[in-house]
């Protein structure tokens, strides 16, 4: 079992529609997770974090997570075309963080 | 602010010989970290520094990768010799945190990348 799973996609959604995204972990003492997006050929940037259990909200993007059942999920409100991208999921202990091989995400005009 | 910088940006080299990539993180960043990311894959950690001193670097091919962090600013990652299966870009990344004692809550910022070919 990997320790950050992600399903690898793609992931094609209509423009304006909901994407969702979602990662499990292993790690049952893992305390903080973040959301990067990294567009092809470029590197990764933060979308978002997440801590604690519950619904975190930044605009479009709302990042859940359910520490119970070792999940952690992004939804994309009202997709664009140029949220095509490699979504990775970020989960960290202390000072480890790894990192998921990402879903890829393709937001069709 | 300054972001984390990276160079070179592109590298092709032979296999058997020998390359090195530097990185100058965001000023006052204590964590950095090496990355490489084969295509299609996430960023596999090779070694993370706090401040000048490693603090994981389980996953560095010990035999031909080494790393530097002097005085805890500027780093430099070597591979030697150099194989075909390094192909990847090399990720510089780093990051406030100081580990449990931060509450781990600080997220990595990364330099644009080296990409790598081995021939």
């Known amino acids: 079992q990997k320790e950050v799973e992600q399903n690898s996609g793609p992931l094609s959604v209509p423009e304006g529609a909901i994407a969702s995204l979602n990662c499990t972990y292993s790690?049952?003492?893992?305390?903080?997770f973040f959301w990067y997006r990294q567009y092809s050929g470029k590197s990764p940037e933060l979308i978002m974090f997440i801590y604690s259990n519950g619904d975190k909200e930044d605009g479009r993007f709302t990042a859940q997570l359910n520490k119970a059942s070792q999940y952690v999920s992004l939804l994309i409100r009202d997709s664009q075309p140029s949220d095509s991208a490699t979504y990775l999921c970020a989960v960290k202990r202390g000072f480890k963080t790894i990192f998921g091989a990402g879903t890829r995400l393709f937001v069709k005009a | 602010e300054a972001g984390v910088a990276q160079s070179p940006r592109y590298k092709i080299i032979e296999k058997r010989q020998s390359v090195a990539f530097w990185c100058n993180p965001i000023?006052?960043?204590?964590?950095l970290y090496w990355y490489q990311q084969i295509l299609g894959q996430g960023p596999k950690l090779l070694i993370q520094f706090q401040n000048n001193g490693v603090v994981d670097d389980s996953q560095l091919p010990k035999d031909r990768f080494s790393a530097e962090r002097l005085k805890g600013v500027d780093s430099t990652l070597k591979i030697q010799p150099a194989k075909l299966e390094d192909s990847a870009v090399y990720l510089c990344?780093?990051?406030?945190?100081?580990?449990?004692?931060?509450?781990?809550?600080?997220?990595?910022?990364f330099g644009p990348g080296t990409r790598l070919t081995v021939t």
């Open positions: 990344a780093s990051s406030l945190d100081l580990g449990a004692s931060s509450g781990g809550r600080h997220e990595q910022y």
């Open positions: 000023s006052g960043h204590a964590t």
């Open positions: 790690d049952r003492g893992s305390q903080s």
